[in-house]
T-cell receptor, first 112, second 115 residues
Framework: DTGVSQDPRHKITKRGQNVTFRCDPI?????LYWYRQTLGQGPEFLTY????????KSRLLSDRFSAERPKGSFSTLEIQRTEQGDSAMYLC??????????FGSGTRLTVV | AQSVTQLDSQVPVFEEAPVELRCNYS??????LFWYVQYPNQGLQLLLK????STLVKGINGFEAEFNKSQTSFHLRKPSVHISDTAEYFC?????????????WGAGTKLIIKP
């Protein structure tokens, strides 16, 4: 068990560019979550997958954000036409019954 | 609606002294309660959780927390802190009837250990 892996760890992009992040959950975990965390705040829920099905999306997830989990294993989060307000740490977590997540180390996005 | 309040944004404490980080929640139904720790530039790590049973929960790194239903609190304690405990601590709540177990988070408390 190698834990939850996120790639890349850091991403700097110019405003207006598209970015994609990847999350590899713990292999036996069927639930996968994306959260966003800005400085000095707790994580904010973005979206949730059970296997390959995206079961819930936060209203924070605008049309510029899309997430996929094509085979119920790894997941990607894409942000199109990035804005400075998208700068944050994007956290992925996985779980089985949901009684406490295992988080990855996060991807820190800086939009310049 | 559920909410989580961490009353202190920062808690400075001397090394080897005891510490308590406070967490209060609001919910009209049963909850599951969690404490996570986040070291600088890292993801969050589960410290401990309350699901049911004994109200005193022991976690990793010598931390423990007590669930108090009447006061809707879940305060985190450690009898003697070390410099390595410097981190941000987050309290979170899950609605027990919620099928996706989405967590509601507090804003975090930074634990600052003074030598």
């Amino acid at each position: 068990d190698t834990g939850v892996s996120q790639d890349p760890r850091h991403k700097i992009t110019k405003r207006g560019q598209n970015v994609t992040f990847r999350c590899d959950p713990i292999s036996e975990h069927n639930r996968l979550y994306w959260y966003r965390q800005t400085l000095g705040q707790g994580p904010e829920f973005l979206t949730y997958f059970q296997n390959e099905a995206q079961l819930e999306k936060s209203r924070l997830l605008s049309d510029r954000f899309s997430a996929e989990r094509p085979k119920g294993s790894f997941s990607t989060l894409e942000i199109q036409r990035t804005e400075q307000g998208d700068s944050a740490m994007y956290l992925c977590a996985s779980s089985t019954a949901g009684y406490g997540y295992t988080f990855g180390s996060g991807t820190r996005l800086t939009v310049v | 609606a559920q909410s989580v309040t961490q009353l202190d944004s920062q808690v400075p404490v001397f090394e080897e002294a005891p510490v308590e980080l406070r967490c209060n929640y609001s919910s009209s139904v049963s909850v599951y309660l969690f404490w996570y720790v986040q070291y600088p530039n890292q993801g969050l790590q589960l410290l401990l959780k309350y699901l049911s049973g004994s109200t005193l929960v022991k976690g990793i790194n010598g931390f423990e927390a007590e669930f108090n239903k009447s006061q809707t609190s879940f305060h985190l304690r450690k009898p003697s802190v070390h410099i390595s405990d410097t981190a941000e601590y987050f309290c979170a709540v899950s609605h027990s009837m919620d099928s996706n177990y989405q967590l509601i988070w507090g804003a975090g408390t930074k634990l600052i250990i003074k030598p």
